[in-house]
């Protein structure tokens, strides 16, 4: 929902180093000042000053910094609200099956079942046919 870019610039910022930064993002260190030197440009900003010991931010880069985190987390925040409501609308049905106790009648008619039905969401389990299991599992219906 943002610039990965952003991102990265927290990143650096945070551990105060592009080598560090990109050994948590999984990239070269080439690749984090890539994006750094792409994002002060597009900016028109000079955000982090560097030196042998790390790097530190600029007065324009403090400010940058703490709308960054801002926008990251209200970004964070929007998505994740926005799954709960998807979530909402989705109705699961757990469908418990082992090989005594096969599925094959409902998952045979699913594809009939779901055509008309998309808030449906079919979710197999399987278990152990055990008198603990198949006790613990009647104990435990709806949760």
Request: aromatic share 6%; charged share 20%.
């Amino acid at each position: 929902m943002y610039n990965l870019q952003i991102k990265t610039f927290l990143k650096v910022v945070d551990l105060g180093s592009f080598n560090k930064a990109s050994i948590e993002l999984y990239i070269s260190a080439s690749a984090v000042i890539k994006q750094i030197n792409a994002l002060e440009k597009n900016l028109d900003l000079t955000l982090l000053n560097r030196n042998a010991q790390g790097v530190t931010l600029t007065e324009s880069g403090k400010i940058i910094y703490e709308a960054s985190k801002n926008l990251i987390n209200y970004a964070d925040d929007a998505l994740s609200k926005a799954k709960k409501i998807e979530e909402q609308n989705q109705q699961v049905i757990n469908l418990g099956v082992s090989p005594m106790t096969p599925g094959d009648v409902l998952v045979k008619h699913w594809p009939t079942i779901k055509a008309n039905r998309d808030h449906l969401q079919l979710n197999i389990v399987p278990f152990e046919n055990s008198e603990d299991k198949i006790n613990h599992i009647l104990q435990n219906i709806g949760e």
